[in-house]
């Protein structure tokens, strides 16, 4: 799996909790007319959202803005810290804070904005409504904060191995966020505890898989691959003295002994001290409300205003027509292709990563924007932080830097570097993937909210969308091309039906393993595990790329002829991370225009 890397205010990348605050009011110019004065009010109530989201939490300014003074926020006025865990009065607060920014946002008249404003109210209405939605009821103790993909013990190793300064005080709010990790822990715990005694905790299999994490960190010790990161980022900081460099690594030292190790030590330990047989070892579906927590984590994931029996439908055509195009194939126009396909045999010529972003770089520049150049790495993670289920990712940079951006890759991909799913991996998390188009959005909008908002469904289905089409610019049989392709859609459209077969219709191991018994001969329960731990995770980028295709395919159509490739990314670029109904609003704009 991939997925691009921004560290979210709290760590809370598993829930969108928006905090606001109401605009403050402006004498008003009575020559100004009705219209005018609703979009200058949206306007600044955009701009004031944007910045109470930065003020709310130092990890979430550091993460966003390397000057947020230039935004209007002053850096010295934010405490920091890793912001607060889930207690009581947070939630509450939360909850309060949220009904607040309904009750302004409801009060502009949409019809009187201009085009760019209500394109903003779409996306900032979906966004709002999924942080209305996630806190409701029981609904915000579904979430598992220490779930083996996306849980607290690796967001930690990710986030101090991945932290850059860009000054020298930087470095002591790094130490400082490291002793932080201990309250914030505790805090995180004491929820989980409230979370299992509701009867919401994970499965015991799940528990396991973060518990060996947390042992691969703990056993580590003074080798550890986190500490040694810790005290390389130290190192490579050019602003500090030789005095200092050893200063802050003794300080981290301490830091990483007296806070994260006991973090990770409490972390296994609670984790072990709940896990029970007797919690719910199947999907979503089985806890009281489960299906409808399912149907707003579907919404929040996929961006898309479809069913789920609408998906569901659309997913099952897609792996239809991927398995006649395997077959057709196979049977009939090129066995030879597929049989050095299935085998193992193809190469994609590439043994070298920035030798494949080099030439990708190239490829594109027929059918996509142009964007001005950006520097970059690419380099491997250290096994003993790595997550099985990530490929790669890329760390999204803060809006103004002009630094260098990063790209991290599986260690388990260096035996399989030549591979084409390698590449299309790189094509994904790079060009003309997350890295170009997070760098396209901040090229072409200029209004600081829509270049900092996130949909994964867009992000992560546009990125899967390239990363098949990237494997069409490689020097290979079209057929051995297509094969990959099918073979992707298959195994994508097939995990997503088993993503809510699981957690929607409640399928336990036997009956997810007779789903797969009509089209593949596998044991299914490490598949079964993973999803019925992780739900909702793969949907952003199976969906997402379902419903750019879908979009693909409505233009084509249309235009025969006239489509244009180069045109149709542009229009699928345009608004940025959005839902898929502002995407498809620009698709159809882009049909019209072309006719």
């Given at each position: 799996?991939?997925?691009?890397?921004?560290?979210?205010?709290?760590?809370?990348?598993?829930?969108?909790?928006?905090?606001?605050?109401?605009?403050?009011?402006?004498?008003?110019?009575?020559?100004?007319?009705?219209?005018?004065?609703?979009?200058?009010?949206?306007?600044?109530?955009?701009?004031?959202?944007?910045?109470?989201?930065?003020?709310?939490?130092?990890?979430?300014?550091?993460?966003?803005?390397?000057?947020?003074?230039?935004?209007?926020?002053?850096?010295?006025?934010?405490?920091?810290?890793?912001?607060?865990?889930?207690?009581?009065?947070?939630?509450?607060?939360?909850?309060?804070?949220?009904?607040?920014?309904?009750?302004?946002?409801?009060?502009?008249?949409?019809?009187?904005?201009?085009?760019?404003?209500?394109?903003?109210?779409?996306?900032?209405?979906?966004?709002?409504?999924?942080?209305?939605?996630?806190?409701?009821?029981?609904?915000?103790?579904?979430?598992?904060?220490?779930?083996?993909?996306?849980?607290?013990?690796?967001?930690?190793?990710?986030?101090?191995?991945?932290?850059?300064?860009?000054?020298?005080?930087?470095?002591?709010?790094?130490?400082?966020?490291?002793?932080?990790?201990?309250?914030?822990?505790?805090?995180?715990?004491?929820?989980?505890?409230?979370?299992?005694?509701?009867?919401?905790?994970?499965?015991?299999?799940?528990?396991?898989?973060?518990?060996?994490y947390c042992d691969k960190i703990i056993n580590g010790k003074d080798d550890s691959a986190l500490l040694k990161a810790i005290h390389a980022n130290i190192d490579q900081f050019?602003?500090?003295?030789?005095?200092?460099?050893?200063?802050?690594?003794?300080?981290?030292?301490?830091?990483?002994?007296?806070?994260?190790?006991?973090?990770?030590?409490?972390?296994?330990?609670?984790?072990?001290?709940?896990?029970?047989?007797?919690?719910?070892?199947?999907?979503?579906?089985?806890?009281?409300?489960?299906?409808?927590?399912?149907?707003?984590?579907?919404?929040?994931?996929?961006?898309?205003?479809?069913?789920?029996?609408?998906?569901?439908?659309?997913?099952?055509?897609?792996?239809?027509?991927?398995?006649?195009?395997?077959?057709?194939?196979?049977?009939?126009?090129?066995?030879?292709?597929?049989?050095?396909?299935?085998?193992?045999?193809?190469?994609?010529?590439?043994?070298?990563?920035?030798?494949?972003?080099?030439?990708?770089?190239?490829?594109?520049?027929?059918?996509?924007?142009?964007?001005?150049?950006?520097?970059?790495?690419?380099?491997?993670?250290?096994?003993?932080?790595?997550?099985?289920?990530?490929?790669?990712?890329?760390?999204?940079?803060?809006?103004?830097?002009?630094?260098?951006?990063?790209?991290?890759?599986?260690?388990?991909?260096?035996?399989?570097?030549?591979?084409?799913?390698?590449?299309?991996?790189?094509?994904?998390?790079?060009?003309?993937?997350?890295?170009?188009?997070?760098?396209?959005?901040?090229?072409?909008?200029?209004?600081?909210?829509?270049?900092?908002?996130?949909?994964?469904?867009?992000?992560?289905?546009?990125?899967?969308?390239?990363?098949?089409?990237?494997?069409?610019?490689?020097?290979?049989?079209?057929?051995?091309?297509?094969?990959?392709?099918?073979?992707?859609?298959?195994?994508?459209?097939?995990?997503?039906?088993?993503?809510?077969?699981?957690?929607?219709?409640?399928?336990?191991?036997?009956?997810?393993?007779?789903?797969?018994?009509?089209?593949?001969?596998?044991?299914?329960?490490?598949?079964?595990?993973?999803?019925?731990?992780?739900?909702?995770?793969?949907?952003?980028?199976?969906?997402?790329?379902?419903?750019?295709?879908?979009?693909?395919?409505?233009?084509?159509?249309?235009?025969?002829?006239?489509?244009?490739?180069?045109?149709?990314?542009?229009?699928?670029?345009?608004?940025?991370?959005?839902?898929?109904?502002?995407?498809?609003?620009?698709?159809?704009?882009?049909?019209?225009?072309?006719?």
């Amino acid at each position: 799996m991939k997925s691009p890397s921004r560290l979210v205010s709290g760590l809370l990348s598993m829930i969108l909790i928006f905090s606001f605050a109401a605009c403050t009011s402006k004498e008003e110019n009575p020559t100004v007319s009705e219209d005018l004065k609703n979009q200058i009010a949206f306007d600044e109530f955009i701009n004031t959202e944007f910045q109470d989201s930065i003020r709310e939490s130092y990890l979430t300014m550091h993460q966003t803005t390397i000057h947020p003074e230039q935004y209007g926020v002053d850096p010295e006025a934010v405490e920091v810290s890793l912001g607060p865990g889930l207690t009581p009065d947070y939630i509450k607060e939360v909850r309060r804070k949220n009904e607040e920014a309904q009750q302004k946002f409801s009060s502009f008249n949409y019809d009187t904005l201009r085009d760019d404003q209500k394109e903003t109210y779409a996306v900032y209405q979906a966004q709002l409504q999924t942080a209305l939605d996630s806190v409701q009821g029981d609904f915000v103790y579904m979430p598992n904060y220490f779930s083996p993909m996306g849980g607290l013990q690796s967001t930690y190793s990710t986030l101090f191995m991945e932290y850059d300064f860009y000054k020298p005080q930087d470095v002591a709010d790094y130490i400082t966020l490291m002793n932080d990790v201990k309250r914030y822990t505790d805090e995180m715990l004491q929820f989980t505890k409230t979370q299992a005694e509701k009867g919401f905790f994970m499965s015991s299999k799940a528990a396991d898989e973060s518990i060996a994490y947390c042992d691969k960190i703990i056993n580590g010790k003074d080798d550890s691959a986190l500490l040694k990161a810790i005290h390389a980022n130290i190192d490579q900081f050019d602003q500090l003295t030789d005095e200092q460099k050893s200063t802050y690594k003794e300080q981290a030292t301490k830091a990483f002994h007296e806070s994260i190790i006991p973090s990770y030590v409490e972390i296994r330990d609670t984790l072990s001290s709940l896990k029970n047989d007797s919690n719910n070892q199947l999907g979503l579906a089985h806890l009281p409300n489960g299906k409808e927590y399912y149907e707003m984590l579907f919404r929040e994931k996929t961006g898309s205003s479809r069913t789920i029996e609408e998906t569901k439908e659309l997913l099952q055509q897609y792996l239809t027509k991927s398995l006649y195009g395997i077959a057709t194939i196979a049977s009939k126009s090129n066995t030879d292709a597929y049989e050095a396909y299935v085998n193992g045999e193809i190469s994609s010529g590439y043994s070298d990563f920035n030798k494949m972003l080099e030439d990708l770089d190239n490829f594109i520049d027929t059918n996509f924007p142009p964007i001005e150049s950006v520097p970059y790495t690419i380099d491997y993670l250290d096994p003993q932080v790595s997550v099985d289920g990530i490929g790669a990712y890329y760390v999204v940079p803060p809006l103004d830097s002009d630094l260098v951006q990063k790209m991290k890759v599986n260690p388990n991909s260096k035996d399989r570097v030549t591979q084409l799913d390698t590449f299309s991996t790189i094509a994904h998390e790079g060009l003309p993937g997350h890295l170009y188009q997070h760098n396209y959005v901040l090229q072409h909008l200029d209004v600081p909210y829509r270049q900092d908002v996130s949909f994964l469904g867009y992000a992560e289905g546009y990125a899967t969308y390239v990363e098949l089409l990237s494997l069409e610019y490689l020097d290979l049989d079209p057929d051995i091309v297509a094969l990959s392709q099918n073979y992707t859609v298959f195994q994508n459209c097939l995990t997503a039906l088993t993503d809510i077969g699981i957690h929607y219709e409640g399928w336990d191991l036997a009956q997810t393993q007779e789903f797969f018994d009509q089209f593949v001969s596998l044991d299914v329960t490490p598949i079964f595990d993973q999803i019925q731990a992780n739900p909702a995770a793969f949907l952003p980028y199976y969906v997402g790329y379902v419903e750019f295709m879908e979009l693909k395919n409505m233009a084509q159509m249309d235009l025969g002829d006239k489509f244009n490739e180069l045109d149709f990314h542009t229009a699928i670029l345009k608004s940025g991370s959005a839902p898929f109904d502002v995407v498809k609003k620009n698709v159809e704009d882009y049909i019209t225009q072309a006719r």
